[in-house]
């Protein structure tokens, strides 16, 4: 398996892609500050601007553009344009002398105008492929370590969300005796998801009277949805409610718990917090504890990665970037930025994604989020059924 520790990665935010090509950036003048469009030397030096504060994680002054970028323009220059976009809301300054940080604004225009395009390099594009298919056959461990591997190789928080099980097709059920008293159900869903539960059960059940139940409970089940089966099921099993072993009867008394939703919580699976609590961001407690209490709250953070969802504005396998306030409404995440990709298993979809501040090298972000939702979708469809 290729150790993918030892690709190369953003320190700090820089950019990583020396062999990957990139495009111009688009010419969209559609941003608008108080007096119309940015003018080409304004939209070239805040893309200077925001790129050397991601690479650096500190204020960029006049004379740091202007002495590092062949642009042709004075420090007096670059100081009188940023001084305009300061004004115009892109850009502010933490000091009195300092140098200008992106806004909120800034941030914004830069991806979705100024922005290189995402690629990913072909030495990762195939370690990553490489240590997904070495992961195929095993979606939980998979969906796991594909959060590692966006923390790793983002130096964020990498994160992945699995899909609601309502909405997945039933593959298999299979009840496993655990003794004479409990029993395993077995829940398989198109695409690989499984989820287990064990339920108390009245009497020891002769395996040979189990197999024949459980064969008829999946003739009349299987190929239908998770919520379609807790809905039907009492009619779609009535006939069989006088069988013996009553492992119809618990189906049927169980079926909010068997064939419900999992809790948001658990299907939240994060990456080591180790690589997005060592950007400079969190080096003082008030900021570090402020986001360990953020992700903390699963459920929140649940809410937050499933918000375009609700609003219906998510494509499978494109990027999402939310910026600051896009995030939600929440005080406590207007410093961070997430990107999302949704993925596909069987009919489900799931996400991929990852948080951190809202100084990260979204090019590289949105390459590898939108590659590993391709390649959790491709792997998955792929898979024998």
């Keep these: 398996?290729?150790?993918?520790?030892?690709?190369?990665?953003?320190?700090?935010?820089?950019?990583?892609?020396?062999?990957?090509?990139?495009?111009?950036?688009?010419?969209?003048?559609?941003?608008?500050?108080?007096?119309?469009?940015?003018?080409?030397?304004?939209?070239?030096?805040?893309?200077?601007?925001?790129?050397?504060?991601?690479?650096?994680?500190?204020?960029?002054?006049?004379?740091?553009?202007?002495?590092?970028?062949?642009?042709?323009?004075?420090?007096a220059s670059v100081r009188n344009t940023m001084s305009d976009l300061e004004e115009l809301g892109y850009l502010d300054h933490p000091y009195t002398s300092a140098g200008r940080v992106p806004t909120e604004l800034g941030y914004r225009t830069f991806v979705d105008e100024l922005m290189e395009s995402p690629e990913l390099s072909k030495t990762e594009k195939t370690a990553i492929k490489k240590e997904l298919e070495s992961l195929m056959g095993d979606t939980e461990k998979l969906l796991k370590e594909s959060s590692k591997m966006l923390g790793r190789l983002s130096n964020l928080l990498g994160l992945?969300?699995?899909?609601?099980?309502?909405?997945?097709?039933?593959?298999?059920?299979?009840?496993?005796?655990?003794?004479?008293?409990?029993?395993?159900?077995?829940?398989?869903?198109?695409?690989?998801?499984?989820r287990t539960i064990v339920l108390q059960i009245e009497s020891d059940v002769p395996r040979h009277e189990l197999d024949i139940i459980v064969a008829m409970l999946n003739e009349r089940l299987a190929g239908l949805t998770l919520e379609e089966i807790r809905k039907t099921c009492a009619d779609r099993v009535k006939d069989l409610d006088d069988e013996v072993t009553g492992i119809v009867q618990l189906v049927l008394k169980e079926r909010g718990t068997l064939f419900s939703e999992a809790a948001n919580a658990a299907r939240l699976q994060y990456g080591d917090t180790r690589n997005v609590l060592a950007q400079p961001e969190f080096s003082e407690l008030p900021e570090l504890r402020s986001f360990m209490d953020l992700i903390?709250?699963?459920?929140?953070?649940?809410?937050?990665?499933?918000?375009?969802?609700?609003?219906?504005?998510?494509?499978?396998?494109?990027?999402?970037?939310?910026i600051g306030s896009d995030i939600g409404n929440l005080e406590d995440v207007s410093d961070y930025s997430l990107v999302t990709a949704k993925y596909v298993l069987g009919t489900t979809e799931g996400t991929v994604g990852v948080l951190g501040p809202k100084r990260m090298d979204y090019a590289r972000v949105v390459g590898l989020v939108e590659g590993i939702a391709a390649l959790l979708s491709t792997e998955q469809e792929e898979s024998p059924q």
């Design 296 to 322: 903390e709250d699963r459920e929140t953070v649940v809410r937050l990665i499933e918000k375009d969802d609700e609003d219906g504005l998510s494509d499978v396998g494109v990027a999402e970037i939310r």
């Design 1 to 75: 398996m290729t150790d993918l520790t030892e690709l190369p990665v953003i320190d700090g935010g820089k950019a990583f892609a020396a062999e990957t090509p990139m495009t111009t950036p688009q010419q969209n003048t559609g941003s608008k500050g108080a007096s119309g469009p940015l003018t080409d030397r304004e939209r070239r030096i805040l893309r200077l601007v925001v790129q050397s504060f991601i690479d650096t994680a500190g204020p960029v002054g006049s004379r740091f553009v202007s002495k590092n970028f062949p642009i042709g323009l004075s420090p």
């Design 160 to 194: 992945v969300l699995s899909p609601r099980l309502s909405a997945g097709i039933l593959d298999r059920l299979e009840v496993v005796p655990l003794s004479s008293s409990r029993a395993m159900f077995v829940i398989s869903v198109r695409g690989g998801l499984i």
